[in-house]
């Protein structure tokens, strides 16, 4: 089994920052993909950003420009900059960690646990 934790929530006044951590309990350094998703209140789960093994990335819409994804291998972590929070960024943010096998058959995933992020003043 696979630990995925994240770290770094709390409360932030709208335009100020926060960063979150998450780390895996197993080697993220090759055929991995690390992802974000955030889910608000009344709202379903969605994609904020991920970061490939080999650096590639991928950003929502609303946060492009404003989040940054990065990733430490040596460590297993994955990190979220995260800028000019908006009180629309308020939500629970999750950390996925997901594996590719040599097909699609053989992918796996494991979920965090979750950390509140609340932008208010």
């Known amino acids: 089994q696979v630990q995925v934790v994240e770290s770094g929530g709390g409360l932030a006044q709208p335009g100020r920052s926060l960063r979150l951590s998450c780390v895996a309990s197993r080697d993220i350094s090759s055929r991995n993909r690390m992802s974000w998703f955030r889910q608000g209140p009344g709202n379903g789960r969605e994609l904020v950003a991920h970061?490939?093994?080999?650096?590639?990335?991928n950003y929502a819409d609303s946060v492009k420009g404003r989040f940054i994804i990065s990733r430490d291998n040596a460590k297993n972590t994955v990190y979220l900059q995260m800028n000019s929070l908006k009180p629309e960024d308020t939500a629970v943010y999750y950390c996925n960690a997901k594996w590719f096998g040599l097909s699609s058959k053989y992918d796996y995933d494991y979920w965090g646990q979750g950390t509140q992020v609340t932008v208010s003043s």
């Open positions: 970061i490939d093994s080999d650096g590639s990335t």
